[in-house]
Protein backbone atom coordinates (compact mmCIF):
# COMPACT_ATOMS: atom_id res chain seq x y z
CA UNK A 1 0.00 0.00 0.00
CA UNK A 2 1.36 3.61 -0.61
CA UNK A 3 0.64 5.91 1.74
CA UNK A 4 1.52 9.47 1.57
CA UNK A 5 1.25 12.82 2.47
CA UNK A 6 1.24 16.02 -0.17
CA UNK A 7 0.36 19.42 -0.92
CA UNK A 8 -2.72 18.86 -3.72
CA UNK A 9 -2.37 22.97 -4.64
CA UNK A 10 1.96 23.15 -4.68
CA UNK A 11 1.12 27.05 -6.27
CA UNK A 12 -2.24 27.68 -3.79
CA UNK A 13 -2.42 29.43 -0.80
CA UNK A 14 -2.98 26.32 1.01
CA UNK A 15 -0.41 25.44 3.55
CA UNK A 16 -0.03 22.01 4.04
CA UNK A 17 1.79 19.60 6.32
CA UNK A 18 4.49 16.60 5.35
CA UNK A 19 4.04 13.72 3.18
CA UNK A 20 3.72 10.08 3.91
CA UNK A 21 4.53 7.40 1.13
CA UNK A 22 4.88 3.36 1.14
CA UNK A 23 5.63 1.15 -1.78
CA UNK A 24 3.05 -1.35 -2.00
CA UNK A 25 3.22 -4.81 -0.12
CA UNK A 26 5.17 -2.76 2.92
CA UNK A 27 4.35 -1.53 5.74
CA UNK A 28 7.15 1.43 5.88
CA UNK A 29 5.30 5.60 6.24
CA UNK A 30 7.71 8.02 4.72
CA UNK A 31 7.06 11.44 6.74
CA UNK A 32 7.87 14.96 5.60
CA UNK A 33 9.96 16.86 8.68
CA UNK A 34 8.46 19.81 10.18
CA UNK A 35 8.74 23.09 9.36
CA UNK A 36 10.67 22.36 5.67
CA UNK A 37 9.65 23.94 2.38
CA UNK A 38 8.41 20.65 1.22
CA UNK A 39 9.44 21.74 -2.56
CA UNK A 40 12.86 22.03 -1.61
CA UNK A 41 13.35 18.57 0.47
CA UNK A 42 15.57 16.00 -0.32
CA UNK A 43 15.17 12.39 0.01
CA UNK A 44 17.22 12.14 2.92
CA UNK A 45 15.11 14.89 4.68
CA UNK A 46 12.56 11.97 5.33
CA UNK A 47 11.40 10.27 8.00
CA UNK A 48 10.62 6.80 8.04
CA UNK A 49 8.42 4.66 10.03
CA UNK A 50 7.46 1.05 10.02
CA UNK A 51 4.11 0.82 11.31
CA UNK A 52 4.60 -2.96 12.54
CA UNK A 53 7.09 -1.50 14.92
CA UNK A 54 4.78 1.10 15.76
CA UNK A 55 1.97 -1.52 16.69
CA UNK A 56 4.08 -3.45 19.64
CA UNK A 57 5.51 0.50 20.91
CA UNK A 58 3.69 0.56 24.57
CA UNK A 59 3.62 4.19 24.01
CA UNK A 60 1.62 5.14 21.22
CA UNK A 61 3.40 8.38 21.35
CA UNK A 62 6.72 7.02 21.33
CA UNK A 63 7.25 6.79 17.23
CA UNK A 64 9.77 3.98 16.31
CA UNK A 65 11.26 5.31 13.29
CA UNK A 66 13.95 3.38 10.96
CA UNK A 67 15.27 6.62 10.22
CA UNK A 68 15.27 9.74 11.59
CA UNK A 69 17.07 12.69 9.96
CA UNK A 70 19.13 14.58 12.91
CA UNK A 71 18.79 18.16 11.62
CA UNK A 72 14.97 18.05 11.30
CA UNK A 73 11.55 17.25 13.93
CA UNK A 74 8.87 15.15 12.28
CA UNK A 75 5.29 16.67 11.99
CA UNK A 76 3.17 16.64 15.56
CA UNK A 77 0.30 14.87 13.02
CA UNK A 78 1.64 12.18 12.53
CA UNK A 79 -0.18 10.25 14.98
CA UNK A 80 -3.16 11.23 12.84
CA UNK A 81 -1.95 10.03 9.67
CA UNK A 82 -0.90 7.16 11.32
CA UNK A 83 -4.65 6.91 12.57
CA UNK A 84 -5.82 7.14 8.55
CA UNK A 85 -3.58 4.37 7.71
CA UNK A 86 -4.62 1.92 10.42
CA UNK A 87 -8.11 2.54 10.56
CA UNK A 88 -8.69 3.27 6.96
CA UNK A 89 -5.94 1.61 4.97
CA UNK A 90 -5.53 5.12 3.61
CA UNK A 91 -3.06 5.35 1.17
CA UNK A 92 -2.89 9.12 1.27
CA UNK A 93 -3.45 10.93 3.72
CA UNK A 94 -3.70 15.47 3.79
CA UNK A 95 -3.65 17.66 6.10
CA UNK A 96 -3.96 21.47 5.17
CA UNK A 97 -4.35 24.98 6.87
CA UNK A 98 -6.86 26.48 4.18
CA UNK A 99 -8.25 29.92 5.38
CA UNK A 100 -11.93 28.37 3.98
CA UNK A 101 -11.76 24.97 6.51
CA UNK A 102 -11.01 27.31 8.80
CA UNK A 103 -13.67 30.18 7.68
CA UNK A 104 -16.42 27.28 7.46
CA UNK A 105 -15.90 26.10 11.30
CA UNK A 106 -16.14 29.67 12.05
CA UNK A 107 -19.38 29.76 10.44
CA UNK A 108 -20.36 26.83 11.53
CA UNK A 109 -20.81 27.83 15.17
CA UNK A 110 -22.66 30.90 14.41
CA UNK A 111 -25.53 27.39 13.72
CA UNK A 112 -25.73 27.46 17.47
CA UNK A 113 -24.80 24.00 19.86
CA UNK A 114 -25.75 20.33 18.39
CA UNK A 115 -25.49 22.43 14.60
CA UNK A 116 -21.86 23.03 14.33
CA UNK A 117 -20.45 19.64 14.50
CA UNK A 118 -21.26 18.80 10.96
CA UNK A 119 -20.07 20.44 7.61
CA UNK A 120 -23.33 18.92 5.06
CA UNK A 121 -23.39 19.60 0.97
CA UNK A 122 -25.80 18.10 -1.52
CA UNK A 123 -26.99 18.86 -4.94
CA UNK A 124 -23.09 19.96 -6.56
CA UNK A 125 -21.58 18.42 -9.35
CA UNK A 126 -18.51 17.66 -7.82
CA UNK A 127 -19.68 16.24 -4.93
CA UNK A 128 -18.90 13.07 -7.79
CA UNK A 129 -15.22 13.03 -6.67
CA UNK A 130 -15.98 11.39 -3.25
CA UNK A 131 -16.23 8.29 -2.86
CA UNK A 132 -19.54 6.36 -0.72
CA UNK A 133 -17.33 5.19 2.35
CA UNK A 134 -14.87 2.73 3.55
CA UNK A 135 -15.06 -0.49 1.89
CA UNK A 136 -17.82 0.81 -0.13
CA UNK A 137 -17.52 0.79 -4.49
CA UNK A 138 -18.18 3.85 -6.14
CA UNK A 139 -18.76 7.27 -5.70
CA UNK A 140 -21.65 9.72 -4.45
CA UNK A 141 -23.72 10.98 -6.96
CA UNK A 142 -25.71 14.43 -7.56
CA UNK A 143 -28.31 14.24 -5.22
CA UNK A 144 -26.24 12.01 -2.01
CA UNK A 145 -25.25 14.56 0.71
CA UNK A 146 -21.79 14.82 1.29
CA UNK A 147 -21.02 15.21 5.55
CA UNK A 148 -17.86 16.15 7.02
CA UNK A 149 -17.24 15.89 11.03
CA UNK A 150 -16.17 18.54 12.88
CA UNK A 151 -13.80 17.99 15.78
CA UNK A 152 -12.91 20.57 18.15
CA UNK A 153 -9.01 21.71 17.98
CA UNK A 154 -6.45 21.37 20.90
CA UNK A 155 -3.64 23.09 21.85
CA UNK A 156 -1.40 20.70 20.83
CA UNK A 157 -1.60 19.00 17.15
CA UNK A 158 -0.99 15.42 18.36
CA UNK A 159 -3.67 15.72 20.83
CA UNK A 160 -5.99 15.94 18.31
CA UNK A 161 -5.63 11.80 17.56
CA UNK A 162 -8.04 10.40 19.95
CA UNK A 163 -10.98 12.98 18.38
CA UNK A 164 -10.04 12.08 15.16
CA UNK A 165 -10.38 8.70 15.58
CA UNK A 166 -13.67 9.12 17.95
CA UNK A 167 -14.71 10.89 14.25
CA UNK A 168 -14.01 8.22 12.48
CA UNK A 169 -15.59 5.69 14.00
CA UNK A 170 -18.54 8.18 14.63
CA UNK A 171 -18.87 8.41 10.65
CA UNK A 172 -17.48 5.42 8.93
CA UNK A 173 -17.66 6.76 5.32
CA UNK A 174 -16.45 10.15 6.05
CA UNK A 175 -13.12 10.76 4.00
CA UNK A 176 -12.16 14.19 5.51
CA UNK A 177 -12.70 15.29 9.42
CA UNK A 178 -12.63 18.99 9.94
CA UNK A 179 -10.71 21.34 12.97
CA UNK A 180 -11.87 24.00 14.37
CA UNK A 181 -10.06 27.12 13.54
CA UNK A 182 -7.39 25.30 12.69
CA UNK A 183 -8.29 23.08 9.10
CA UNK A 184 -9.13 19.64 7.30
CA UNK A 185 -7.78 16.25 7.07
CA UNK A 186 -8.58 14.43 4.36
CA UNK A 187 -7.82 10.61 3.13
CA UNK A 188 -8.16 8.43 0.33
CA UNK A 189 -6.91 4.65 -0.80
CA UNK A 190 -4.48 6.19 -2.86
CA UNK A 191 -2.79 9.75 -3.79
CA UNK A 192 -4.71 9.89 -6.86
CA UNK A 193 -8.42 10.10 -4.48
CA UNK A 194 -7.12 11.67 -1.59
CA UNK A 195 -6.07 14.86 -3.50
CA UNK A 196 -9.39 14.93 -6.06
CA UNK A 197 -11.07 14.59 -2.62
CA UNK A 198 -8.83 17.34 -0.97
CA UNK A 199 -9.66 19.10 -4.41
CA UNK A 200 -13.18 19.12 -3.88
CA UNK A 201 -12.85 20.60 -0.20
CA UNK A 202 -11.01 23.42 -1.72
CA UNK A 203 -14.02 24.04 -4.00
CA UNK A 204 -16.58 23.12 -1.39
CA UNK A 205 -16.04 25.28 1.22
CA UNK A 206 -15.77 28.38 -0.44
CA UNK A 207 -18.76 28.06 -2.19
CA UNK A 208 -20.38 26.89 1.25
CA UNK A 209 -18.96 30.11 2.72
CA UNK A 210 -19.74 32.43 0.06
CA UNK A 211 -23.78 31.73 -0.79
CA UNK A 212 -24.97 31.45 3.50
CA UNK A 213 -27.64 33.52 3.69
CA UNK A 214 -26.55 36.88 4.76
Not at 30 to 37: H, L, N, R, T
Request: hydrophobic share 35%; aromatic share 8%; glycine share 6%.
Amino acid sequence: MRRHHLDPHPHHHQQTTPANHAPPGSDLVYIAPSGVQKELMKPDDIYVLSLAAQAQSLDRRQRVYLRSPPSYKPSQCTPLFLAAFTKRRAGCCIHTHSHWAVLVTLLLETQGAGNDREFRINNIEQIKGFGRGFEKSGNLGYHDTLVIPVIENTAHEEDLTEFLEEAMDKYPDTYAVLVRRHGVYVWGENVHKAKTQCERCALFFPLASKSRPR
